[in-house]
Nanobody
Framework: VQLQASGGGLVQAGGSLRLSCVASGRISSMNVMGWYRQAPGKERERVAAISSPGSTNYADSVKGRFTISRDNAKNTVYLQMTSLKPDDTAVYYC???????????WGQGTQVTVSS
């Protein structure tokens, strides 16, 4: 399984970005796709996740500002980020957890930089 993320960049505080991640390979129909981020000097944290049936959850820090969605036909997950803050600056990684095997795979990461 391979994940290819795109959509990062530089944006001013208050702006928006949309991240995309396409999964390819042997992907089970039941899975959870998610976005994580890691800022310099900090641990990687989960930002949002969405199951194949469509259930979502979000980190408290992004609730109301970020929206995760997916297109199962395209094996693609999106992260719409609005009202961005400098604290959102990080490398964002997409992730897929396959069920029931619980095999997990990571994308290469895409940099998001929010200037104040």
């Amino acid at each position: 399984v391979q994940l290819q993320a795109s959509g990062g960049g530089l944006v001013q505080a208050g702006g928006s970005l949309r991240l995309s991640c396409v999964a390819s390979g042997r992907i089970s129909s039941m899975n959870v796709m998610g976005w994580y981020r890691q800022a310099p000097g900090k641990e990687r944290e989960r930002v949002a996740a969405i199951s194949s049936p469509g259930s979502t959850n979000y980190a408290d820090s992004v609730k109301g500002r970020f929206t995760i969605s997916r297109d199962n036909a395209k094996n693609t997950v999106y992260l719409q980020m609005t009202s961005l803050k400098p604290d959102d600056t990080a490398v964002y990684y997409c992730n897929i957890l396959l069920l029931p095997s619980r095999s997990q795979y990571w994308g290469q990461g895409t940099q998001v930089t929010v200037s104040s």
